[in-house]
């Protein structure tokens, strides 16, 4: 062979061995019980964090001060019912811009682990299953039911090949992708379920990505939840025995690396029940004892954030949760730093290098004081121009899904078949009020009929006159066997023993209506007979603030409270801030992004109160203060939520 072709056959040989080593990788290693990225063994510290619960223009900051804290890797879920609110209408844009966060963290310099569900807890409405697939009134959702296996078929048939770029192998940052989520927990346990979903992500995303399962530390739930071909990892949280909960996760793969997929760095809160805290000195132990194993490990939450507009999930028996999820995380909601976040920094610094340089700073807060609210309508006076579609009649009631509508509220609408001179019991003896009623007859606020709590209330009227129920969707069961959580009146309401019938349903765009500015232009207003000093009418207010002049750095972000108010909705400009009821709590200040609040126009607030306004003969405010509050006393506390740790608890 003359000498100038050998050359150049081992320049090429030389070139594609070359290329072949550089190409990226990522993979199990059996034998050394760890990762393998790029051939080289792999330890991931990843945190939890979830871009529906943040404000875009905060992703990076987030990102970074995750990457600061010497995280080499995060952890993400993707909600579907965020992406597809309506069966084939995809939003991925803006807020829901779930390319350029990976984009972000690639640029930071983190790895990504996806968790795509299709179900995902995460103390998100329905576990981010979208509630339309309850178009099929018996769908057994997270199994091989044939119309929940076409919309996860679609779905994933969407998202998946929009990810495939952004994995490791092809040059994006996602390692590992995670299949159904705790599935082991579900009473399904159909394994032609896994099967199916196992297939689907293989034939979109390729042989060589990792799949996995996360379950927790148990045999029993690793019976239904591992599968043949799925990587199995558990999820404990600290204060574990660290060697039962690995030895359970060995049960189910006796080589390969130890995994903590969810390493509780607090807990979840409920409306009525103690605010959750966990302290960082346990925290830290615990995750010690966690990377001196050897073992990777994921911090659920390392920040928490929020669930604006009616994303909250909820527990069952039905507990839902509040708006804040700052979760106790070692960055608040607001993304500000915490002593816990030094806490774990220090413990990652014994086993990894920090990256040298400061760490970004807590966003700073403003305090822009009290403003003046006033009375616009209430919602019967207001329903003309919230209801969109217009009115809806039938028998008897129907549900939000009957009525195409996902969240916030429906207005029923009846008469009182016959006088009730003496208190007559308005009754919910099957507790299908999903989730609280708010009741008036005759235009004067009567009770509210709550699930799980208050089955009946009294009423007086005379025959004919209007009985108004404002049904409010507090958010879908996320967790267990009850996910299928249909909402409204699920069942009849009765009048003494007889069902109310004659029903007129408005499906309310009480958000779109917001946006328009359609609010207070039409109707009349102040129709309204004196009220009970107890209950009023479910009313809109309104006020406005402007953000002062000559002041650095305006606007900031911001909390909002609402003293003496008792439970309701908050729009900022528009923009659905979430739910609050300091009445119950523990949750007393909502987080206010900066984002949404203007320097050039006067900011709108508007409120929808539920139940009674502080605005009588003086003039009622809320208040924007610069420290959130997230722990006051609760007024019904339930023994059931008072230390829950454990997901098992949450059965
Ligand atoms: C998509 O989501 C973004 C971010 O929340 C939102 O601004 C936009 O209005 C949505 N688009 C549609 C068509 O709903
Ligand atoms: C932790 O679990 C291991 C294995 O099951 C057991 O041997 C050990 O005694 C436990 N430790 C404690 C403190 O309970
Ligand atoms: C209800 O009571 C009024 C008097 O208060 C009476 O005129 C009317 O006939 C009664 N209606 C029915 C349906 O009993
Ligand atoms: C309704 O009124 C009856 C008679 O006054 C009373 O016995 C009962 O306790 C009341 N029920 C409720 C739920 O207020
Ligand atoms: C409501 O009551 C009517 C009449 O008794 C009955 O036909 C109907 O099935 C009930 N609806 C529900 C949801 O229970
Ligand atoms: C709230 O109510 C209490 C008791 O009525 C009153 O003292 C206080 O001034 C009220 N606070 C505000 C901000 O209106
Ligand atoms: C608030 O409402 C007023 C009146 O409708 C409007 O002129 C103004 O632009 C709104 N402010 C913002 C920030 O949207
Ligand atoms: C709430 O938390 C703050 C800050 O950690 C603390 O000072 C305060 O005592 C707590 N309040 C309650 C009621 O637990």
Redesign the pocket.
Same mark, same amino acid.
């Given at each position: 062979m003359p000498l100038i072709r050998f050359t150049i056959i081992l320049l090429l040989l030389l070139l594609s061995a070359q290329s072949l080593g550089a190409s990226p990788s990522f993979s199990l290693d059996y034998e050394n019980d760890c990762f393998l990225k790029d051939g080289q063994p792999f330890r991931y510290i990843s945190g939890s964090i979830h871009y529906s619960r943040i404000p875009r223009v905060y992703w990076k900051d987030r990102l970074l001060k995750m990457y600061m804290a010497g995280l080499n890797a995060i952890q993400i879920y993707i909600p579907w019912n965020y992406h597809e609110a309506f069966p084939g209408q995809y939003n991925f844009t803006g807020d829901r811009d779930l390319e350029y966060f990976l984009k972000l963290a690639q640029d930071i310099g983190l790895v990504v682990i996806l968790r795509p569900g299709p179900y995902i807890c995460a103390e998100w409405d329905m576990g981010g299953l979208p509630a339309w697939l309850l178009n099929k009134k018996n769908v057994v959702l997270r199994s091989s039911d044939p119309d929940y296996i076409a919309a996860v078929d679609k779905w994933m048939g969407t998202l998946l090949p929009m990810m495939k770029p952004y994995l490791y192998q092809n040059g994006g940052p996602i390692i590992t992708v995670q299949v159904e989520n705790e599935y082991g927990s579900y009473f399904t346990c159909d394994y032609n379920y896994m099967r199916h979903l196992t297939q689907l992500f293989r034939s979109h995303l390729g042989d060589e990505v990792v799949l996995f399962t996360t379950d927790g530390a148990g045999l029993n739930f690793l019976k239904c939840g591992s599968l043949q071909g799925l990587y199995a990892t558990v999820d404990f949280g600290p204060g574990a025995n660290i060697t039962a909960a690995f030895d359970a996760q060995r049960h189910a793969e006796p080589n390969g690396p130890l995994v903590n997929s969810e390493f509780y760095t607090g807990w979840l809160d409920h409306w009525g029940s103690r605010h959750s805290v966990v302290s960082s000195a346990l925290v830290a132990k615990s995750l010690s004892q966690i990377l001196s194993v050897g073992a990777n490990v994921n911090l659920y939450m390392f920040i928490g954030g929020t669930n604006f507009g009616y994303w909250n999930g909820a527990n069952s028996p039905y507990g839902a949760q509040p708006t804040s999820y700052d979760y106790d995380a070692p960055l608040t909601e607001a993304g500000d730093l915490t002593e816990k976040y030094f806490a774990i920094r220090d413990v990652i610094s014994m086993y990894n290098k920090i990256p040298e340089g400061p760490v970004p700073p807590s966003t700073p807060k403003f305090a822009y004081g009290?403003v003046k609210m006033k009375k616009l309508q209430t919602v019967s006076d207001a329903v003309e121009t919230l209801s969109f579609s217009g009115p809806v009649k039938s028998p008897y009631p129907q549900t939000f899904i009957d009525l195409n509508q996902a969240f916030g509220f429906v207005l029923y609408r009846t008469t009182l078949p016959v006088n009730c001179s003496e208190p007559t019991p308005l009754s919910s003896p099957l507790n299908g009020v999903h989730d609280r009623a708010y009741v008036s007859v005759g235009g004067s606020a009567v009770g509210i009929l709550e699930r799980n709590k208050v089955l009946t209330i009294n009423v007086t009227g005379t025959a004919g006159s209007q009985v108004d129920v404002l049904v409010e969707n507090m958010g879908r069961i996320n967790y267990g066997r009850d996910i299928n959580d249909f909402k409204g009146l699920v069942t009849n309401l009765t009048l003494g023993a007889v069902p109310l019938s004659g029903w007129t349903m408005y499906s309310l765009s009480i958000d779109e209506a917001i946006s328009q500015g359609l609010l207070g232009r039409s109707g009349h207003t102040g129709t309204e007979p004196p009220q009970p000093a107890a209950l009023s009418l479910p009313a809109f207010y309104v006020g406005s603030f402007i953000i002062p002049d000559g002041i650095p750095d305006l606007p900031q972000d911001t909390y909002i409270k609402l !003293?003496?108010w008792t439970k309701g909705q908050i729009w900022i400009n528009g923009f659905n801030l979430g739910r609050y009821w300091p009445a119950r709590g523990p949750q007393v200040t909502l987080f206010v992004p900066a984002n949404i609040l203007s320097t050039s126009a006067p900011n709108n607030v508007t409120v929808l109160e539920l139940e009674g306004a !502080?605005c009588g003969s003086?003039p009622?405010?809320v208040?924007f203060t610069d420290t959130p509050i997230l722990n006051a006393t609760v007024h019904s506390e339930s023994s059931r939520h008072r230390r829950l740790l454990v997901k098992e608890d949450l059965l």
């Open positions: 009290a !003293p003496n !502080p003086q009622c405010t208040e």
